[in-house]
């Protein structure tokens, strides 16, 4: 069975750049034909997808966080990480990793991590 | 790409329906059939419920229904039980090729 787990810090400083990796076990990010992508909940608010990168490598991101954005592949083939640049407190918020349909469309997220928080501040 | 537009709560007693509501526009919900709706307990990750406007997956009650109507889709829970009170979201591919989520819609269980 397909688990997915966020890791990183839990604070980081204004104007610095966070990074948060996503561990699939029981599985590999390049089989399956599925995108595995980020999203974000502000405190109280709703989501907010960031991105995806692909089966194949391939990425596409939320055209509003498009220039901060990094998502990546480890070479180990079973994590997978985003990178978000000068950061404010705006992007305070718990971060999911979850994975996308490949075959019904990378849109229907149905399987999630259990979520990190990620507060920004000095 | 603006959010999509749900009542912040709605409340039922068990046993009976509730339908929440999704809009959008035409560049997402009404020029697609790519709606999902997400079930989200406190401290949760969320949960796929439905996916392209109707379809629910394995394991999912059929008490759980979607449809859409031009640029609003809804989700009808019927048969309200305990178990249903959570936050609903609702998300739609778009013409930009991303991803767009509604705010929320808090489910009270009477």
């Known amino acids: 069975q397909v688990q997915l787990q966020e890791s990183g810090p839990g604070l980081v400083k204004p104007s610095q750049t966070l990074s948060l990796t996503c561990t699939v076990s029981?599985?590999?990010?390049?089989?399956?034909?599925?995108?595995w992508s980020w999203i974000r909940q502000h405190p109280g608010n709703g989501l907010e997808w960031i991105g995806y990168i692909s089966y194949s490598g391939g990425t596409y991101y939320n055209l509003s966080l498009k220039s901060r954005v990094i998502i990546s592949v480890d070479t180990s083939k079973i994590q997978f990480s985003l990178k978000l640049s000068s950061v404010t407190a705006a992007d305070t918020a718990v971060y999911y990793c979850?994975?996308?349909?490949?075959?019904?469309?990378?849109?229907?997220?149905?399987?999630w991590g259990r979520g990190t928080l990620v507060t920004v501040s000095s | 790409q603006s959010a999509l537009t749900q009542p912040a709560s709605v409340s039922g007693s068990p046993g009976q329906s509730i339908t929440i509501s999704c809009t959008g526009t035409?560049?997402?919900?009404?020029?697609?059939?790519?709606v999902s709706w997400y079930q989200q307990h406190p401290g949760k990750a969320p949960k796929l419920m439905i996916y392209d406007v109707s379809n629910r997956p394995s394991g999912v009650s059929n008490r759980f229904s979607g449809s859409k109507s031009g640029n609003t889709a809804s989700l009808t829970i019927s048969g309200l039980q305990a178990e249903d009170e959570a936050d609903y979201y609702c998300?739609?591919?778009?013409?930009?090729?991303?991803?767009?989520f509604g705010g929320g819609t808090k489910l009270t269980v009477l």
């Open positions: 998300s739609s591919y778009t013409s930009s090729s991303t991803v767009v």
């Open positions: 979850a994975r996308g349909e490949g075959i019904r469309g990378y849109w229907i997220f149905d399987l």
């Open positions: 035409s560049s997402d919900i009404g020029g697609y059939n790519y």
């Open positions: 029981g599985g590999s990010i390049t089989s399956g034909g599925y995108y």
